[in-house]
Nanobody, 127 residues
Framework: QVQLVESGGGLVQAGGSLRLSCAAS????????MGWFRQVPGKEREFVAA????????YYTDSVKGRFTISRDNAKNTVYLQMNSLKPEDTAVYYC????????????????????WGEGTLVTVSS
């Protein structure tokens, strides 16, 4: 079992930046891909970004390309989401996620094969 704890959310003006962090524990972090998802009340959770276990490959939903950057520090068991040029439509609860098995990511599935989720951190972007 893995535990995921997000932090870094908050209120920011449009055009501003935030960096989300997700601390993972309970297994060998460096063997697992990681992802970020977001959800607005009343809507389905959507994929934002993902990174492979070694950090060599990253994936983004089209709406955040060029503005968000996912990265990881395997020595700190932490994955980050740097969010720049934030827009009001980025307002959501952001969730960190991880798969159940190592060296795995399913880019053909909507959830990228993620099975474990954190509690989420709220990001609010004001106009």
């Amino acid at each position: 079992q893995v535990q995921l704890v997000e932090s870094g959310g908050g209120l920011v003006q449009a055009g501003g930046s935030l960096r989300l962090s997700c601390a993972a524990s309970g297994r060998t972090f460096s063997s697992y891909s990681m992802g970020w998802f977001r959800q607005v009340p009343g809507k389905e959770r959507e994929f934002v970004a993902a990174i492979t276990w070694g950090g060599t490959d990253t994936y983004y939903t089209d709406s955040v390309k060029g503005r968000f950057t996912i990265s990881r520090d395997n020595a700190k068991n932490t994955v980050y989401l740097q969010m720049n040029s934030l827009k009001p439509e980025d307002t959501a609860v952001y969730y960190c996620a991880a798969p159940s098995r190592p060296y795995f990511m399913d880019t053909d599935s909507r959830d990228y094969g993620m099975r474990f989720w954190g509690e989420g951190t709220l990001v609010t972007v004001s106009s």
